[in-house]
């Protein structure tokens, strides 16, 4: 007779397996027979205002960089409107944004730098701009990420069908830490465009995504994974999203690991609110939609307990002398221990490199999963109410 600790084994297993392979292959086996499409060429005279939103906070090394390359960006300028939300930097932000706007590339561009005098969060100060903003489509875009020449020509193409509520980029890192984040980020963008050939990407890309602006509503104060509100907020609003692997969006800014592991607690943290946040993506009126948010980033929370009673369940049931249960036990632990090797087996050259690829991966997986329960618990706890820092550029907090 099956117990109750196997049932739960079973199905600890088998959330597992499906949220990191069998949820990849299904989407694969669903969108094997479509391909990406192409947006519609808009002639001059009817492309749209866009805005380009720029939160800043301690980004003196990469705004100059930033403004510049919007600046080169083809669209018609007298079309384009830059806004730079400087918020509180201590750094001379400020400074080279004012530069760098002062040149002829701006030229019949609307740029406006705003300087708020203290460090309050980005919520506040994207709260505080949106009523300020012109564009009829918002392009938000982080300031140490340059965009594709031609990504506003895009946006503005996908736009003009009425349906379309988000455009994402593709992210792309120009200097990955390790071959476990390179992979992780490889998997997410190949599960993000397929998700848009269903429904919607569920998620968008901070270094640049695009919405309507008769889609925006405030965020409330304590909203952590503001990105992800905003565009997905768009979507459960009614429409479509797309991921426009043309569009890039390049990432100069790497991130060292104690880093990462502070910016993928603060995703932990939203991954939870955002269950209660957004109950529009649970919609039973479209059920794909809903399909595609439990099956990834809905079910995320739930990840690190569903890993862990997984390794527990297994283990007690093979102390009881299950042989199949003894097996699913022995090969957790060895990939567990992979992992945990990662550190030497990067620097170990007679290591084959398929063997390090899978522990670096296992190592930033499980290290994510840990991230993801801390971040959950601070939420649980109501310890997420704080203004934003800069994660990746090195600080001495």
């Given at each position: 007779?099956?117990?109750?600790?196997?049932?739960?084994?079973l199905a600890a297993l088998a959330a597992t397996v499906?949220?990191?392979?069998?949820?990849?292959?299904?989407?694969?086996?669903?969108?094997?027979?479509?391909?990406?499409?192409?947006?519609?060429?808009?002639?001059?005279?009817?492309?749209?205002?866009?805005?380009?939103?720029?939160?800043?906070?301690?980004?003196?090394?990469?705004?100059?960089?930033?403004?510049?390359?919007?600046?080169?960006?083809?669209?018609?300028?007298?079309?384009?409107?830059?806004?730079?939300?400087?918020?509180?930097?201590?750094?001379?932000?400020?400074?080279?944004?004012?530069?760098?706007?002062?040149?002829?590339?701006?030229?019949?561009?609307?740029?406006?730098?705003?300087?708020?005098?203290?460090?309050?969060?980005?919520?506040?100060?994207?709260?505080?701009?949106?009523?300020?903003?012109?564009?009829?489509?918002?392009?938000?875009?982080?300031?140490?990420?340059?965009?594709?020449?031609?990504?506003?020509?895009?946006?503005?193409?996908?736009?003009?069908?009425?349906?379309?509520?988000?455009?994402?980029?593709?992210?792309?890192?120009?200097?990955?830490?390790?071959?476990?984040?390179?992979?992780?980020?490889?998997?997410?963008?190949?599960?993000?465009?397929?998700?848009?050939?269903?429904?919607?990407?569920?998620?968008?890309?901070?270094?640049?995504?695009?919405?309507?602006?008769?889609?925006?509503?405030?965020?409330?104060?304590?909203?952590?994974?503001?990105?992800?509100?905003?565009?997905?907020?768009?979507?459960?609003?009614?429409?479509?999203?797309?991921?426009?692997?043309?569009?890039?969006?390049?990432?100069?800014?790497?991130?060292?690991?104690?880093?990462?592991?502070?910016?993928?607690?603060?995703?932990?943290?939203?991954?939870?609110?955002?269950?209660?946040?957004?109950?529009?993506?649970?919609?039973?009126?479209?059920?794909?939609?809903?399909?595609?948010?439990?099956?990834?980033?809905?079910?995320?929370?739930?990840?690190?307990?569903a890993m862990l009673w997984a390794l527990i369940g297994?283990?007690?049931?093979?102390?009881?002398?299950?042989?199949?249960?003894?097996?699913?036990?022995?090969?957790?632990?060895?990939?567990?221990?992979?992992?945990?090797?990662?550190?030497?087996?990067?620097?170990?050259?007679?290591?084959?490199?398929?063997?390090?690829?899978?522990?670096?991966?296992?190592?930033?997986?499980?290290?994510?999963h840990l991230a993801g329960a801390i971040g959950a618990?601070?939420?649980?706890?109501?310890?997420?109410?704080?203004?934003?820092?800069?994660?990746?550029?090195?600080?001495?907090?």
């Open positions: 007779m099956t117990s109750v600790l196997e049932v739960s084994t499906y949220h990191h392979a069998g949820y990849s292959l299904l989407l694969r086996a669903l969108t094997r027979k479509q391909s990406a499409e192409t947006p519609p060429v808009i002639v001059a005279d009817s492309l749209p205002r866009i805005s380009i939103v720029i939160p800043a906070y301690r980004e003196g090394a990469f705004i100059a960089a930033k403004i510049a390359n919007c600046a080169a960006l083809l669209y018609p300028p007298e079309k384009l409107e830059i806004l730079v939300l400087d918020d509180g930097s201590p750094d001379d932000t400020s400074a080279q944004a004012a530069r760098a706007a002062d040149t002829d590339a701006l030229k019949g561009v609307s740029f406006r730098l705003i300087r708020f005098a203290e460090n309050r969060g980005k919520v506040a100060v994207l709260n505080e701009a949106f009523p300020l903003v012109t564009g009829s489509i918002i392009l938000f875009s982080d300031a140490s990420a340059l965009l594709s020449i031609d990504a506003l020509q895009r946006i503005a193409g996908w736009f003009s069908n009425p349906n379309c509520a988000l455009v994402s980029s593709c992210y792309k890192l120009l200097s990955p830490k390790n071959p476990g984040e390179a992979r992780w980020w490889q998997r997410q963008t190949t599960t993000l465009f397929r998700e848009s050939l269903l429904a919607a990407p569920i998620g968008a890309h901070g270094a640049g995504f695009a919405v309507r602006k008769s889609a925006l509503r405030p965020l409330p104060p304590d909203s952590v994974n503001d990105d992800f509100l905003l565009a997905m907020g768009a979507i459960a609003r009614g429409g479509r999203g797309v991921y426009d692997p043309e569009i890039t969006a390049l990432e100069l800014d790497p991130t060292s690991e104690p880093q990462d592991f502070r910016r993928r607690i603060r995703i932990g943290t939203g991954n939870l609110q955002q269950l209660v946040r957004l109950p529009g993506l649970l919609n039973p009126r479209r059920p794909i939609l809903a399909f595609l948010f439990l099956s990834g980033k809905g079910s995320r929370p739930l990840m690190p307990l297994t283990g007690l049931l093979a102390r009881d002398g299950s042989l199949v249960f003894g097996s699913i036990f022995a090969m957790q632990v060895a990939g567990y221990a992979l992992g945990l090797l990662s550190p030497v087996l990067k620097r170990a050259s007679l290591c084959p490199s398929p063997i390090r690829r899978a522990s670096a991966l296992i190592d930033y997986l499980v290290r994510g618990a601070r939420f649980l706890l109501g310890r997420h109410r704080a203004p934003w820092r800069r994660i990746s550029l090195p600080s001495a907090d």
